[in-house]
């Protein structure tokens, strides 16, 4: 473990300027609003290893997805690439190739007008991998073949595929310059849940295969569970808790992780009554002080209303970290005892 | 007890340049009065065309090509468009995927459901507008009162879900048809709208019949299910029955490739391949191309729903003349 | 041979030989394109030639009126032109003036949209402002200004040798505003694509993103207004030259054929303005007709 993780990311933040044009806001009499997509959050990836991001739409995690490679630059913080700052290594064609992406949308992701083997190679012929035509074509059909298509796919154009098939484009694109870092963001949100299957399986075979770093970005937790190594739960922008896979599912601390699983529909509680979460999602325009999540919060007291909570080892606990006032203090009950979800839930 | 509404080998059409295209066919099914049917499948199996068929909403140039749908035993499927609106609303109330196209937002909440009621159950302003209140309450929002003159925009998306259900529930229609009613909202919103829409069922003795991809809110809150694939049902039972114990091939391939939240697996099942375009539909079974039972008979001979335990699959494992014998059961937690 | 098949099985192709309107209206168009570009070819007569013009035959009546003359189908003018050969060649000076400033604009117009949308910021704002300020004029106003500022600023030899060049900026210049909002608006679209965002997470450059990623996908909607701008190109070239603006007197489009003609028009001589009227009028009505529908056929939603 003494190895440099592939990617560390400190006390990283990204704003946006969504106030209104300049002569409505002054003729309205507001002022400027910055939306705080990502707000502070730190994290590292060790090498050949899967961290995965999960919270609901608006906590910022594709937001953290897009600084980490570079299609952001952040407003506050750093991302360190193999030791060097993001910003050098993107400058270097030969770091930039190690690190690729994928992206939910298959539908959006591919361009409608280019061949399908002209996607896959474009980073091999921009990287100046493969240099001859023969053996481009080669490496082309080697990729399509790795992520389970035809080398005869490439002759057509995207719109000829089903979304699994074009997410495998995707992936294929995405490996074609050997990189060693990928940062997924919701790949198979799209996906029916049967291709979605077929994507999960592919993507932990590359990553046995290749050795490759994932960045996993989803707000649906059992996909999750199926492909981390290391959990990061995202609420407002920042990060409420970080921890090993199975310490997080089967131990979760805090309040806001607690409710996420108890939300889920889980195929084994048929019949069983679940606890809905109170409230909803506030804006990120206008976070709620201290603590973000304090207003749906059963524990909240006055300390969560006012100071917001660092993200700190969490109490009686080996590992995971926690931004919790009420872990922190003990008052959320201690450890919990292995969480009521699946199979225990459905004795009741 | 009769049923409430009844679907008799439903068969829609889409005529296109390149032939018909054959979206539904041959669906059957029927749904008890306080009853839920969860009708499941992935996209392009025909669940939300066969909603949309039920409240006379094909999108052209679709259109119903045989069988007939059956509401308290009066056929609704050859209506004429004025006749089938006075119906949707009063006796069929929708909820579709994204509140916003169910919602004018040219008028308040409050003059939307005021409208729906009047209309349906001829009530004077007054005691409509303490209704609608009664209704804004009854989902679920707070401050109803004050609300209730507020426009969509102003609501946020799960809330706004909540006036979509009031307005499909005001009329006090026997039967909702919920298109993906929680697909577009957050996982811990998703549990308020379901909690919600069941407890509402429940009270009420409405019927309803629930689209969605998502097994986890089917087993949730349907009493039976429907699994359809390809624009056919492919196996339909107590929603238990099929979620652990599922016949056909392809329904017990999707419980399976559904990730469990409750333990981590090196490799999930998968069906490989993709279901099949509209246009290219294979002869006998349409699942038989990738099917991992798959035997001569399902390439020639299209199946019907055979009863096999609890459910009905339609599938020739279970015929006693098919050359096969059943596959055991799916082990499942 | 494959691609011919593939375009008569294409959808468009479909979607064209289900309306009468449009194989109509794409008969004529290839009737005044035709006889336009063929004219040397086709025409009874060549009206410019000088040697063959003979006073005897002006203003004779179409051919099927009482003194008609078969060898002047549609009637002759004062000059004992042929007045189907000068509105064949007028149409070739027409359809050659609207093709170029439809082509120059639409150049500048791309151009400019794409930059606009992919840059945004700043840039944005400047080009667009530049562009809603151009179209508060009226476009025929801004030609007849181009056109004025070169015939003050030319001397008139050199005038008369780039006049139609001039006429082809003044009015290829008033229309790239169209184009520009329109392939900025999907510019907009297109760059936050994720086909785009992955282009950028390999490193290629912007500028090659804009032409080989954005502009390919921004292009469809750019058929429809250069259809459609053609017509309406024809059209200004006609009333510029109707004013006397336009073309020089020795390359007579069909705008100048009609001034010409206006004069005779109460005297008796009716038909050396009216035919090329209705040339005029057969050209921008079929172009224009298949623009709307080449418009709806390329619409996803009207399908």
Redesign the interface.
């Known amino acids: 473990m003494a190895e440099t993780p592939i990617l560390e990311v400190e006390d990283l933040a990204r704003y946006f300027d969504v106030s209104r044009p300049w002569l409505q806001r002054v003729l309205a009499g507001e002022g400027k609003r910055t939306l705080r997509a990502v707000d502070g959050i730190s994290f590292a990836i060790p090498r050949g290893t899967t961290l995965s991001l999960v919270g609901e739409s608006g906590c910022g995690k594709s937001t953290v997805a897009?600084l980490v490679?570079?299609?952001y630059p952040p407003s506050k913080g750093r991302v360190v690439f193999e030791g060097m700052d993001l910003e050098r290594a993107?400058a270097i064609?030969e770091q930039?190739r190690r690190?690729?992406?994928i992206?939910?949308?298959p539908y959006?992701?591919?361009?409608?007008?280019w061949r399908v083997k002209d996607i896959v190679a474009?980073?091999i012929r921009?990287?100046g991998m493969t240099p001859g035509a023969a053996a481009q074509q080669a490496k082309v059909a080697e990729l399509l073949t790795q992520v389970g298509l035809s080398p005869l796919d490439g002759e057509k154009f995207p719109h000829e595929f089903s979304g699994g098939q074009r997410q495998r484009i995707?992936i294929a694109?995405a490996l074609s310059?050997n990189p060693d870092f990928l940062v997924c963001d919701e790949p198979t949100s799209a996906l029916d849940v049967s291709v979605q299957a077929q994507i999960l399986n592919l993507m932990k075979d590359l990553q046995a295969r290749l050795g490759l770093t994932y960045l996993f970005i989803s707000h649906n937790l059992a996909v999750v569970r199926q492909v981390s190594d290391r959990i990061g739960v995202m609420y407002l922008g920042r990060l409420v808790e970080l921890a090993p896979a199975e310490t997080l599912f089967t131990t979760p601390r805090h309040p806001y992780t607690r409710a996420l699983m108890e939300a889920i529909p889980d195929l084994e509680m048929t019949g069983r009554q679940r606890i809905p979460v109170g409230g909803e999602v506030p804006s990120p325009i206008s976070p709620p002080s201290g603590c973000p999540f304090h207003p749906r919060c059963p524990l909240v007291n006055d300390r969560c209303k006012a100071e917001r909570p660092a993200l700190i080892p969490a109490r009686a606990m080996k590992q995971g970290l926690t931004a919790c006032h009420a872990v922190e203090e003990g008052r959320d009950g201690g450890v919990p005892a292995a969480q009521r979800i699946g199979t225990t839930a459905t004795a009741l | 007890m009769a049923p409430l509404l009844e679907v008799r080998d439903l068969r829609v059409e889409f005529p296109t340049?390149r032939g018909v295209l054959t979206a539904l066919d041959g669906v059957s099914f029927s749904i008890a009065p306080g009853e839920v049917l969860g009708v499941v499948g992935e996209s392009g199996a025909g669940k939300s065309m066969t909603g949309a068929a039920i409240i006379g909403l094909l999108e052209p140039p679709g259109r119903i090509a045989g069988g007939q749908i059956l509401l308290n035993g009066k056929r609704i499927d050859n209506l004429r468009y004025e006749q089938m609106r006075r119906i949707r609303g009063r006796e069929i109330g929708a909820i579709f995927q994204d509140p916003l196209t169910t919602l004018n937002p040219l008028y308040t909440v409050g003059e939307q459901l005021v409208e729906t009621i009047q209309t349906h159950l001829g009530l004077d302003g007054a005691e409509a507008r303490k209704r609608a209140i009664g209704w804004l309450e009854m989902v679920g929002i707070p401050a109803a009162a004050q609300r209730v003159d507020s426009y969509p925009h102003e609501f946020s998306g799960g809330m706004r879900q909540r006036v979509v259900i009031a307005l499909a529930l005001c009329a006090e229609p026997k039967l909702i048809v919920a298109d993906e009613p929680t697909t577009a909202l957050d996982v811990s919103i998703q549990a308020q709208v379901i909690a919600l829409l069941k407890g509402l069922a429940r009270d009420k003795g409405t019927s309803m019949m629930l689209v969605t991809h998502d097994m986890g809110v089917i087993a949730e809150t349907a009493d039976r299910v429907a699994v359809m694939y390809a624009g056919r049902i492919a196996e339909t039972g107590p929603v238990r029955e099929v979620v652990k114990h599922p016949k056909h091939p392809y329904s017990a391939g999707l419980m399976a490739s559904i990730p469990p939240l409750d333990r981590k697996v090196e490799h999930l099942a998968q069906i490989d391949g993709a279901m099949p375009r509209l246009s290219a539909i294979p002869r006998g079974c349409a699942f038989n191309p990738r099917c991992p039972e798959v035997f001569a008979r399902c390439l020639v001979e299209r199946p019907v729903l055979l009863a096999t335990g609890a459910t009905e699959a339609a599938c020739w494992l279970y015929d006693a003349a098919s050359e096969k014998h059943a596959p055991e059961a799916m082990p499942h937690g | 041979m494959a691609a011919v098949a593939r375009m008569l099985d294409s959808?468009l192709f479909?979607s064209f030989r289900r309306s009468p309107v449009t194989v109509i209206s794409a008969v004529v168009a290839l009737i005044c394109i035709l006889g336009a570009v063929l004219a040397p070819l086709l025409a009874p007569h060549d009206p410019f030639d000088v040697a063959t013009l003979n006073l005897i035959d002006a203003f004779k009546p179409p051919a099927w009126a009482a003194e008609g003359d078969a060898a002047y189908p549609l009637g002759s003018d004062d000059q004992g032109r042929d007045v189907l050969s000068a509105i064949m060649y007028g149409a070739r000076v027409s359809l050659l003036v609207g093709f170029c400033a439809v082509l120059f604009s639409m150049v500048v117009g791309v151009s400019v949209g794409l930059l606009a949308g992919y840059a945004g910021g700043v840039v944005d704002g400047v080009l667009m402002r530049v562009a809603d300020i151009q179209l508060t004029f009226p476009s025929i106003l801004i030609a007849l200004l181009v056109d004025g500022i070169a015939r003050a600023a030319l001397p008139s030899e050199v005038h008369e040798r780039v006049a139609l060049f001039v006429v082809i900026f003044a009015i290829g210049i008033s229309a790239w505003p169209q184009f520009a909002r329109t392939v900025r608006g999907s510019t907009l679209v297109e760059r936050n694509?994720?086909?785009v965002?992955?282009?950028?997470?390999?490193?290629?450059s912007q500028l090659r993103i804009m032409l080989t990623?954005v502009l390919?996908?921004v292009l469809g909607p750019v058929l429809v207004i250069a259809t459609l701008g053609l017509s309406n190109a024809i059209i200004s070239e006609a009333t510029l030259s109707y004013l006397g603006a336009g073309v020089p007197q020795t390359q007579p489009s069909l705008g100048t054929l009609i001034r010409i003609g206006n004069d005779f028009l109460f005297s008796g001589e009716w038909w050396i303005a009216i035919f090329p009227g209705i040339a005029l009028i057969a050209m921008v009505l079929s172009v224009n007709l298949l623009g709307d529908w080449l418009r709806d056929a390329l619409n996803p939603r009207l399908r």
Do not use: C, T
Not at chain 1, 108 to 113: C, D, G, I, Y
């Open positions: 897009r490679v570079g299609l993107r064609a930039r690190m690729q992406m992206f939910q949308d959006a992701s591919l361009n409608p007008r474009e980073p921009a990287f995707s694109r310059s | 340049r | 959808d479909w694509k994720e086909y965002l992955a282009a950028r997470v390999i490193g290629i990623h390919p996908n």
